[in-house]
């Protein structure tokens, strides 16, 4: 379960690369890839294991001032326990 408290980390199967040809992240893993939006790739920067979730919220409402802190926490969230049901992002304790 993610929460607030969370510290996020890249599962060591994944790998976070940019394409240079299409000019996009990508997230792979074996035998498949995953194409990133901006702030899919964003959030998955932070996901280093030092930041908690809200510290990636926080950064996010910096970068992202026009949108609320509740929706970028919500997408954050929501975003982050999709790539754990994926098995591509692990809980640091």
Do not use: W
Not at 30 to 35: A, Q, T
Not at 59 to 70: K, M, S
């Amino acid at each position: 379960m993610i929460s607030g408290e969370t510290r996020p980390r890249l599962a060591g199967k994944a790998r976070l690369r940019f394409d240079r040809k299409d000019q996009r992240f990508m997230l792979l893993y074996p035998e498949k890839g995953l194409v990133l939006n901006d702030t899919g790739a964003a959030i998955i920067k932070l996901c280093t294991g030092e930041h908690t979730v809200q510290g990636i919220v926080d950064a996010l409402a910096a970068a992202y001032d026009q949108q609320p802190r509740e929706a970028i926490e919500r997408e954050v969230l929501g975003f982050l326990g999709a790539m754990a049901d994926r098995g591509l992002i692990e809980q640091m304790s």
